[in-house]
C-alpha cells in the first residue's frame, strides 16, 4: 500500500523502516550522523519547503516530511475496507 508522505512524495508502506518525529532525530549525535551521511549520498528527500516534523526512513532515501509522525504511522497502519 501506498503512503503520502507529503507533497506529491508516496513510498510504499513495505519500504518504511521507521518514522521518526525530527526532534528526536536532532537530539541523538547517531541520528544527526545518519543524516549528515545520507545527505551526503544525496538519499534525503525534503518533501516540503515548510519546516519537517517526522523523518520517514525508507530503505532506498530519507525523507523529511512536514507531515506529524503520528498522522504518518495512521497512515500505514490504516487498511482499505472492502
Known sequence: ??????????VDDGDIVAIIAIDTMEAAQVNRTLLDWAGDRR???????SRPRSCVVCTGAIYLSPI?????WQRVVRRPTA
Open 1 to 10: 500500500m501506498l503512503v503520502h508522505v507529503g507533497g506529491d512524495i508516496m
Open 43 to 49: 538519499e534525503v528527500i525534503e518533501v516540503a519547503g
Open 68 to 72: 506529524s509522525p503520528a498522522t504518518l
